[in-house]
């Protein structure tokens, strides 16, 4: 038993085992921050004709107060946008130790989405449709992104991203991951074809049979690989990036409206590239910091008969203070 519990106590050790030539270790155990987030998403479909529309709903703006202890962050976030809508739920965390990091998100987009663009073919007007307000479309995402640092006692994601450490000298890693995401798409294809009806009574065509469905449902497992990088620009001035690409299996059930072709040319079963994308700036002397922070999703189906193109994200800018320094750091000073 005492073997087991050295060896856990090393593992856990190791989660957080940086060289300090590189990485400033955090100094204090609280935080207090504000925080505001704009949420981004844009939803393409594409039939097996390359009829094509792009979904995007209203962009939401959140501000709110965050207080956290060591590695841990609590908060909360008023959406100002949709203040009198209950339809969007959202909630997204990201926790990082200099070895391993986690992403949880799960997404309700509500019915507010609007067509951005879309495309019928050469010499059809589709100019009337963008911006058209279209509550036929109901999008869920949920899931999770687990990834490891390889030159973890290096390179921090922490100091770009949770303003834990502070990176010191510039450095980068090979990155590695799997991930998880359960993606549920409903259409109201009548709907969509009385629109399209509406605004373009010129185009007499009807929408291909690859968009009409009422609703799929598939899973996402994901092995990823990338790089990320923290440049440091001047003293404690960090910008920092990482691309993850992944390979994504996809299983699905799907509910097709019109039977013009089978269920089994629809499957999702296959094979297809996703993306992960991390980008931040930030400030921090360790004892107060400010900065600029992205996480972006991208997801991608393509089969003969039907393809989705999917893309979430959000981008938070904040400023806050530590305060309450840990007894090491306190013996550390009292020493020197």
């Not at 976030?77 to 203040?83: A, G, I, K, N």
């Amino acid at each position: 038993m005492k073997r087991v519990g050295k060896t856990l106590g090393a593992l856990v050790a190791e989660f957080n085992n940086i060289d300090t030539n590189y990485i400033e270790p955090q100094h204090y155990n609280f935080t207090v921050m504000a925080q505001s987030t704009l949420t981004l998403e844009v939803y393409r479909l594409k039939s097996k004709s390359n009829q094509s529309i792009v979904f995007g709903p209203e962009s939401s703006i959140k501000v709110g107060p965050y207080f956290g202890y060591r590695w841990m962050f609590l908060g909360y976030t008023f959406d100002l946008s949709h203040m009198n809508s209950n339809s969007k739920k959202e909630f997204n965390l990201s926790l990082y130790s200099s070895m391993l990091g986690i992403d949880l998100f799960y997404r309700r987009t509500g019915n507010d989405y609007r067509i951005r663009s879309a495309d019928f073919g050469d010499g059809v007007n589709t100019k009337p449709l963008e911006g058209m307000a279209f509550s036929g479309l109901n999008v869920g995402i949920t899931g999770f992104n687990l990834y490891y640092i390889f030159n973890h006692r290096k390179f921090s994601y922490p100091a770009a991203f949770s303003q834990s450490t502070c990176q010191k000298r510039s450095a980068g890693s090979a990155i590695f991951g799997i991930g998880y995401t359960h993606h549920s798409l409903d259409l109201n294809y009548n709907e969509l074809q009385a629109s399209v009806e509406r605004y373009l009574p010129d185009y007499s065509e009807k929408l291909d049979s690859g968009l009409m469905f009422n609703k799929v449902k598939y899973d996402d497992f994901s092995v990823y690989g990338g790089y990320g990088y923290n440049y440091v620009v001047a003293k404690n001035c960090l910008l920092a990036a990482s691309l993850s690409l992944g390979i994504g299996y996809k299983r699905s059930v799907g509910d097709l409206q019109k039977s013009s072709f089978s269920f089994r040319d629809f499957s999702f079963r296959n094979f297809n590239i996703d993306g992960v994308g991390r980008f931040g700036f930030v400030w921090n002397n360790t004892k107060w910091y400010v900065g600029a922070s992205a996480i972006l999703h991208a997801y991608n189906y393509h089969k003969s008969q039907f393809s989705t193109n999917n893309f979430f994200g959000s981008v938070n800018v904040y400023a806050g203070f530590n305060f309450g320094k840990r007894k090491s750091y306190k013996q550390k000073k009292k020493a020197e």
